[in-house]
């Protein structure tokens, strides 16, 4: 993989020729990708292909899931459950052990979600997910009701004993990708049509202070502001044009990954949790950094 | 003759796209403030119908009183639902999603009928469908169990626009725009047979250019309650002023009223009087026209 560097600390964390393998590929939106430290395999969703695959080193793909709904983001909770951004479901959604699908949170004071986009679970286990609206219009991934009932597109909490649904950032533009940092004192939220990133600190209740300016995307190639992952150092992974951008927990942007594919999301992963697995429209990649990213449940 | 134009509402931020005269009053939709309003000319009031529409274009109302839409942000017509809700179609023709459906009507067996042009402005989100390789007039119908399929109809147009079906739902009127300077912007009328499929179609009106450049040809129109047609044609530009064409039912063009305000965009009438012909226009406003 081709790699620019904007500061020393950037070959830090990666080789200045990383590997980049094309591990899966003949999706039209793959996204979501989740790693299963269990089983050793990759989780993953193709938007378009309204499908949830799995993959499995040395195995291969398999579809878990046909006629998704067109789930998007995916994560674990803490007894090891798929949740899921359900996009054109409108909802959240858990994958249960006994194979059953279940509706975790569909409404906000009495309205239906847009279209709920990228999720993550936080150690005490609350559920935060991103509600954008692209499920109602854009072209082969919409719901069957595409109407819009929210004024907003926000950013959604759901409390540990899964009663309570809060919306703890209402002022966003269009919210995708979201990650904590390491202590999870701060949470970032990217906004695809601002190409941004803004950083929340994060109160003990779970809701949010103000939001601030973290990083302004740059770069005329392919790609936006999508998927978003923190690693064990703080360090912020977003996509955007020609690729993965890397910034400091300063906001500095520190280098990118360059992939030649409209890149979706990336997921840490492998035993050493120093895999980032990315996926694009057509292809899920894997390249190596040198320090961990964080474990996923 | 002086014709008068009364502007009743406007001019508002957007452009105005489809309109729709129900229950008393013009239904229209702001495409880029992605609103469907409603005038009550009884007391020149607008009232908010729907919000986030999604660039909505041509309207035509069923018979169970459901609204369908041409949503081009989406690329899809949509069916507006009393209770508030939305409803998508079948996007996919041959397995390839369509392009920016720009006008539409419903015939007598609910089948909805669209026109399917390119358009210059994207769908919303990642660009990742291309535009099909042509522009038709498209049918929307339901298969055995309930499931909507598309028909491609029209294999001869490049720039369908304005689609009108006759009272008698044996012809469909076209407006075909192509923008090519060697190609003239035409009405056409094709003749529909007993299976539902387009005929060789003929010709009704050209519109060529001048030494100004092209005639832009009808962008929208509507029929009376006699089935005469009424096309909003032309713009600012050329030299064969932007007029409001009247036609019989049979096609045979009987006049041209001369619009005033910018480029008439789509008409219809209120109602069955055929008494006043609203009318959108470029520069954002609505305008009726009174006829005797």
Known sequence: ?297 | MTWNFECVAGPFNSELGGILWDEGGLIFSLINELKLQKFNPANGSISALRSYTGRMNGLAKAKDGSIYACQDGGRRVIQLQPDGSANVTATRFEGQIHNHPYDLCIDSKGHVWFSDPHSVTPAFGPQIFPPLPYASIMRLERDRVGHWIIKRLSFDTTAPKAILLSSDEKTLFVAENPTDEHRNRELRAYPIDEDGNLGEFSVLHSFGKDHKGLHAGIHGMCKDSAGQIYACAGDTKNARQAAIYQYSSAGQLLRAIPFPHATPIRCCFAGENDKHLYITSSDKSIYRLTLD
């Open chain 1, 1 to 297: 993989m081709d790699i620019e560097s904007y500061a020393p600390e950037f070959l830090d964390i990666i080789d200045s020729h990383p590997p980049l393998v094309n591990i899966a590929q003949g999706f039209t939106f793959a996204e979501g990708p989740v790693w299963d430290k269990r089983t050793n395999q990759l989780f993953f969703v193709d938007i378009i292909g309204s499908k949830v695959w799995k993959w499995k080193p040395g195995v291969g793909k398999e579809t878990i899931l046909n006629s998704s709904g067109h789930m998007n983001g995916m994560t674990f909770d803490h007894q090891g459950r798929l949740v899921v951004a359900g996009w054109c479901n409108r909802a959240i959604l858990r994958f249960e052990k006994d194979g059953s699908i279940s509706t975790i949170a569909s409404h906000f004071e009495g309205k239906k979600f847009n279209s709920p986009n990228d999720i993550v679970v936080d150690s005490k286990g609350a559920t935060y997910w991103t509600d954008s609206a692209g499920g109602l219009v854009i072209p082969g991934m919409v719901a069957n009701d595409v109407q819009r009932y929210l004024d907003y597109q926000g950013v959604y909490r759901l409390s540990p004993d899964g009663k309570e649904v809060s919306l703890v950032i209402g002022d966003c533009t269009y919210p995708n990708g979201l990650a904590f940092s390491p202590d999870e004192k701060l949470l970032y939220v990217n906004d695809t049509l601002l190409a941004q990133i803004r950083v929340f600190d994060v109160k003990p209740d779970g809701s949010m202070g103000p939001g601030r300016v973290f990083h302004q995307l740059t770069g005329s190639e392919d790609g936006v502001a999508d998927g978003m992952k923190v690693d064990s150092k703080g360090n912020v992974y977003c996509t955007g044009p020609g690729g993965v951008h890397v910034i400091n927990p300063a906001g500095k942007l520190i280098g990118r990954m360059r992939i030649h594919e409209h890149c979706t999301n990336m997921a840490w992963g492998d035993d050493d949790w120093q895999s980032l697995y990315i996926t694009t429209f057509n292809s899920i990649y894997r390249t190596r950094i040198n320090i961990p990213g964080i474990e996923t449940w």
